[in-house]
């Protein structure tokens, strides 16, 4: 039987399987078609299984057994039905479409609500069916591989979700701010402020050199590259770029101050650019206008120069005249400084809630279902995001095994769900052991007021004293 040589653990499990008494029958009698399958089958590294016989009796290879879970490797043998009865109403027509017809099936994205260790779930695929003809050009069984893409389904519905949350937050922001995303530079969100900067309806979709093209040959499209590239932001002041809006007469010109800010995926890596752009075209404009003043002022002062007591008077209405603009532009400077710096703050501010490793953090919606959690607080419960966004923040992980505090933690995100700052120590039974922080629940406000979500924080304090009895400092009513 060297049909059946190698293939590692499976190929063990197959030679030693009692087939004598199986439907099946002894390998050694097997038709020719199922021998060179099997062995096809054993060979592969791509999760790969064969269903034969008129039951459909499943054998598979090492790569295929962790697609049954707790059902391998009670799996081999089995008949295909009773094996997926769980999917069976989902896979069973694809089956018998290629045993009636003969012709392939291929599922891509295809959602199995399969039942794994007692629990229903929502699991995605993507796989084929083959049918493997015998001589007399009956279908003797099929041929299966596939593989499993669940995390990669979930992964992109929670990134969705996240664009659209912070799309909601561009909308609304006064400067003009875009996010692109892959080295061809997309468009995923663009503000009202970036499209009337623009003089476009709409970009998102579109790549930087299809959207713009009159920015092309101005240099930007070799900045983002680079940028993209390596990883380094880019900061330009006052650079001149001319837009051409569909339908407009004649391009515009516009002084801009702007930022390209490289955005980082889970593993680190560059997948997109942050782009805000400030436009200091007026700005710009009065400052040209200024040194030509100064520069008109000086030959005036010339021409005068032979006439000394007007001259006196000249200079002395000069000089009020420069000081007046020179406070004036100081005072635009400063302000226009103190802008940029509260919106580089605010910058900061944002990319260090979700980023940094120093607390415990997260974001709640307004009735306290989990939406964010950093990478901190998910490693001090040994669990990963998805298995604990959209539960209640109480019923989280963080607080299921510390007895009491639950109800402590509703109180709290109902008491800033109300608009109430709360702040207090608590002690937690976490899977790394007992630890002590300094608690905060802070309501975010929109510029109306409203409370538009919860960031709860824990800062671990359990080395700086010992601990004992929970503290109740700031705790909610």
């Known amino acids: 039987m060297s049909f059946l040589q190698g293939g590692g ?5 197959i030679r030693a399987f009692d087939w004598a008494s199986h439907p099946l029958g002894p390998p050694g009698d097997w038709p020719a078609a199922l021998k060179l399958v099997v062995n096809l089958c054993l060979s592969s590294s791509f999760p790969t299984a064969i269903y034969w016989g008129q039951d459909l009796h499943v054998l598979y290879n090492d790569a295929w057994s962790v697609i049954p879970a707790d059902r391998h490797p009670a799996a081999l043998g089995q008949p295909a039905r009773e094996l997926w009865s769980d ?88 400067a003009a701010v875009a996010l692109l995303r892959g080295p061809d530079h997309v468009f995923e969100v663009a503000n009202e402020a970036y499209l009337r ?13 299809q959207a713009l093209p009159e920015v092309v040959e101005q240099g930007f499209i070799e900045l983002l590259d680079r940028v993209y590239r ?22 515009q010109e516009h002084i801009l101050d702007f930022v390209y800010q490289p955005v980082r995926d889970l593993e680190g890596a560059v997948d997109g650019i942050f782009v805000l752009v400030t436009d200091v075209t007026a700005r710009s404009h009065a400052e040209a206008a200024l040194r030509i003043s100064n520069w008109q002022l000086g030959e005036e002062r010339a021409r005068l120069a032979s006439i000394v007591e007007a001259e006196q008077r000249a200079q002395q209405a000069l000089r009020r005249f420069n000081d007046t603009l020179e406070k004036h532009v100081a005072s635009r400077t400063a302000q226009l400084t103190r802008t940029l710096e509260t919106q580089g703050v605010m910058a900061d ?23 964010e959690a950093n990478l901190a607080s ?28 639950q109800e402590r933690v509703r109180a709290g995100v109902e008491a800033a769900a109300s608009g109430r700052s709360v702040v207090q120590e608590i002690e937690l039974d976490l899977p790394i052991g007992r630890r002590r922080f300094d608690f905060s629940l802070r309501p975010v406000l929109n510029a109306k007021g409203a409370v538009v979500g919860i960031v709860p924080q824990a800062v671990d304090i359990t080395e700086r004293r010992p601990t004992g009895p929970p503290s109740r400092t700031g705790e909610a009513p």
């Not at 923040?393 to 963080?398: A, D, K, L, N, S």
């Open 378 to 405: 998910l490693q001090g419960i040994q669990a990963r995001l998805n298995d604990v966004v959209g539960l209640p923040f109480w019923e989280t992980p963080w607080f299921a095994s510390t007895d009491g505090l």
């Open 9 to 13: 653990a499976m190929g063990e499990r």
């Open 87 to 174: 999917i069976w109403h989902v896979v069973g027509p694809h089956f018998e479409r290629v045993l009636a017809t003969g012709e392939g099936v291929a599922q891509y994205e295809e959602m199995l609500p399969m039942v794994r260790h007692g629990v229903a779930r929502e699991t995605w695929w993507n796989y084929s069916l083959t049918a493997v003809h015998l001589p007399d050009h009956t279908i003797g069984g099929l041929f299966n591989q596939g593989n499993e893409i669940t995390e990669t389904v979930l992964a992109r519905r929670l990134r969705q979700k996240e664009v659209e949350r912070w799309r909601d937050l561009f909308r609304q922001a006064p």
């Open 349 to 371: 501010r944002l990319r260090a809630t979700f980023e940094t490793s120093l607390i415990y953090q997260a974001f709640l919606d307004p009735q306290g279902k989990l939406l």
């Open 197 to 209: 900067l623009v003089g476009r309806p709409d970009v998102v979709g579109q790549a930087v050199r």
């Open 230 to 251: 390596t990883g380094e932001p880019y900061v330009g002041a006052s650079i001149k770029v001319t837009l051409q809006a569909p339908g407009a007469p004649k391009p």
